[in-house]
């Protein structure tokens, strides 16, 4: 229903900064959020950041806050993730999610979303 394309990842340093896109198409029409989630070698999928579409309200995991900041361009219909203060811990695949309008509020667990990207790598030299 809704197709997601990831852009921006690579290879950065230990401080540097890298910015992802998730670029979205098809039924877009009724949207409660889009999210990012990471995925590591041999650990879990964890939650890194989401955004509701109608507020702008922002969510963030406690790794993360302060550092990365998500954000959106609703013309474009694309959500950006701006990564500072790059970590090596940070090296993981990154996916890009979309939550369509629900009677759910959740948007920290990845359940809740039905359209994933593809992923793109974010790996982080010391």
């Known amino acids: 229903q809704v197709q997601l394309v990831e852009s921006g990842g690579g290879l950065g340093q230990a401080g540097g900064s890298l910015r992802l896109s998730c670029a979205a198409s098809?039924?877009?029409?009724?949207?409660?959020?889009m999210a990012w989630f990471r995925q590591a070698p041999g650990k879990e999928r964890e939650f890194v950041s989401a955004?509701?579409?109608?507020?702008?309200?922002?969510y963030y995991a406690d790794v993360v806050k302060g550092r990365f900041t998500i954000s959106r361009d609703n013309a474009k219909n694309t959500v950006y993730l701006q990564m500072n203060s790059l970590k090596p811990e940070d090296t993981a695949v990154y996916y890009c999610?979309?939550?369509?309008?629900?009677?759910?509020?959740?948007?920290?667990?990845?359940?809740?979303?039905?359209?994933w990207g593809q992923g793109t790598q974010v790996t982080v030299s010391s």
């Open positions: 098809g039924r877009t029409f009724s949207t409660y959020a």
């Open positions: 955004i509701r579409w109608s507020s702008s309200s922002t």
């Open positions: 999610a979309h939550k369509a309008s629900s009677f759910s509020y959740l948007v920290r667990i990845a359940s809740e979303y039905e359209s």
